[in-house]
């Protein structure tokens, strides 16, 4: 799938405000982009104490030089490979030192965070471990191939960023994956180690290296315990797919200091923009976002608060709308809000917002190309949960502002802890919301394994299926939704194992996935829901109310 191979209109905005100076639109950018760079950083450097230095240095630089990206498209692939070149010249800085790459005592490797913050478990957990195993090179790399796995860069980008071919990239990430899978048979093995290795590793200080990599890779190949693989080993990158960037540390300060020196040593180009960002922060004033605050003086300060988050752009006017007059079942949590008045494009000819709901649907045959995409109104969609939310464990949610679309990107992992699932809610629901289209080039009950028959994505015959509620709409890999006004979206996860990511998107993106079918690789177009009217389709889990508990709305939408 090719969803987030270019920004969305919204970034190139975005970034094009930001270099006029926009200091509410560089506020923006920074807080978006900052987990990816942290990312990158925290697992080529496995968490070393360096990370948030090469962080602050990576992000400086992008802000400082901002005014020299002639395309706002190539953003993401620009501030990679910024991040890459300042991993590199931390590792030529300290090759002659020879100091102590080790994390120190009392402090969490990035492998240790990721397995912690996204609750990693069985091979995910393996896989985030065994990455302590790899060199540096390697680390680097894969920091780069991770995301491209889990759909965060594109493999044109991860070449960019290395400074290599697709061609050479795609040898070098061969060879990785090789040096992966080696390193993770050794974390299963240490995991229940045979006598033997437990006498080999008496002698060892518990510090991963290639040396000890290649004496227990060696062990491993000739012991017929520790090397026989009870269970089926699933390839590295099936099982990072869809897995979320780790979060920034709650706490986590970055101080970009814009002075003299900055505007004084940019070219002509970006000493223009550099004027105008430093006129605009050093005013007397303070702006606060979900995740960021610019502080009057020129310091540039990102303080995550994920549970108290603010919109960063102005509040957009709800569109009226009436109650739905179809009879329903009985729904105690939602209640229309007393504002709500009839909606401009009702009238007594026509069906009203919210008459209509998801239900049971067959897939479309998979060469069935999609219908007409209606384009509806875009002003920009902002996100408690900045540009990528991921949403893990029941209860996280993640509020929706705006005038556009949203794309909800599904991860079931029922090998984990199969079971029924309950689905997500919508809920404080003002304005409207429509579920517009599903894409992600195949549905979640369809086949993703060539040998194993019973194998979807939802589940397999030896783990068992994540049950969907009695009358619930089979989701595809990714749906879309456009709202208009404001929502919170709700993981509701508690039998089975699932996540969610949400992304703020454009009906650019949207048409280009429903229309990635399978002569590009994919396993069926995607399917057109809106109708361009209030008659289209709603979500099931939505209500205008904010019950205690997201999981009670009813199935049948009510709003």
Request: hydrophobic residues 40%; proline residues 6%.
């Amino acid at each position: 799938m090719r969803t987030d191979v270019q920004l969305s209109r919204q970034w190139r905005a975005t970034v094009a405000a930001a270099q006029a100076g926009d200091r509410r639109a560089l506020d923006e950018l920074v807080e978006g982009w900052l987990p990816l760079v942290y990312n990158v950083v925290g697992r080529a450097l496995n968490g070393h104490a360096d990370v948030d230095d090469v962080v602050q240095e990576t992000m400086l630089r992008a802000v400082d030089n901002l005014g020299t990206l002639r395309d706002p498209d190539s953003f993401r692939s620009w501030l990679v490979a910024i991040a890459m070149r300042q991993i590199r010249d931390r590792a030529r800085r300290r090759r002659d030192r020879k100091l102590d790459e080790a994390v120190p005592d009392g402090t969490a490797d990035f492998a240790e965070l990721t397995v912690l913050r996204l609750q990693l478990e069985g091979q995910r957990r393996e896989v985030a471990e065994a990455v302590r195993w790899l060199d540096a090179e390697d680390r680097q790399l894969v920091s780069l191939w991770w995301l491209e796995v889990s759909g965060e860069l594109t493999r044109r980008e991860l070449a960019a960023a290395v400074g290599i071919s697709r061609q050479h990239a795609a040898v070098r990430v061969q060879r990785m994956k090789e040096r992966l899978e080696t390193s993770r048979g050794i974390v299963r093995a240490l995991d229940g180690a045979c006598p033997e290795l437990r006498e080999l590793t008496a002698r060892w200080d518990g510090r991963p290296d290639s040396v000890w990599r290649k004496r227990l890779a060696r062990h491993i190949r000739g012991c017929g315990y520790c090397g026989d693989t009870r269970d089926s080993v699933v390839p590295a990158d099936r099982l990072l797919v869809g897995i979320a960037l780790v979060p920034v540390p709650v706490g986590f300060t970055l101080s970009l200091v814009l002075g003299g020196k900055t505007a004084a040593a940019a070219g002509s180009a970006s000493a223009g923009w550099s004027a105008k960002v430093l006129g605009a922060l050093t005013k007397p004033a303070v702006a606060v976002t979900a995740g960021a605050t610019i502080v009057a003086g020129g310091a540039y300060v990102v303080v995550q608060t994920p549970h108290d988050p603010a919109p960063r752009t102005a509040a957009v006017s709800p569109t009226a709308a009436v109650t739905s007059a179809v009879p329903q079942a009985p729904v105690t949590t939602a209640s229309p809000s007393p504002s709500t008045s009839p909606s401009p494009s009702a009238s007594a000819s026509t069906a009203v917002y919210g008459s209509v709901v998801d239900a049971v649907d067959t897939a479309p045959a998979p060469d069935t190309r999609p219908g007409a995409l209606p384009h509806r109104p875009e002003g920009g969609i902002t996100s408690s949960g900045g540009a990528h939310a991921v949403l893990n464990h029941r209860g996280d949610s993640v509020t929706l502002r705006g005038q556009g679309y949203v794309l909800v990107r599904w991860q079931i992992s029922p090998q984990y802890r199969a079971g029924s699932l309950v689905m997500p809610s919508w809920t404080g629901l003002k304005g409207k919301i429509f579920h517009v289209a599903s894409g992600g080039g195949r549905r979640m009950d369809d086949r993703v394994s060539t040998t194993d028959t019973s194998a979807t994505g939802m589940g397999n015959s030896a783990v068992g299926y994540a049950v969907l509620p009695s009358g619930a709409q089979q989701m595809w890999q990714n749906e879309y939704y456009y709202v208009d006004g404001s929502v919170t979206f709700t993981l509701n996860e508690r039998g089975a194992d699932y996540g969610v990511s949400v992304f703020p998107s454009s009906w650019d993106a949207v048409e280009k996935d429903v229309l990635y079918g399978p002569p590009d690789g994919a396993t069926r177009y995607g399917l057109v829901r809106d109708d361009g009217k209030d008659s289209a389709p709603v979500p099931q889990y939505v209500t205008r109310s904010v019950p205690s508990d997201p999981a009670t709305v009813a199935q049948r939408s009510r709003v």
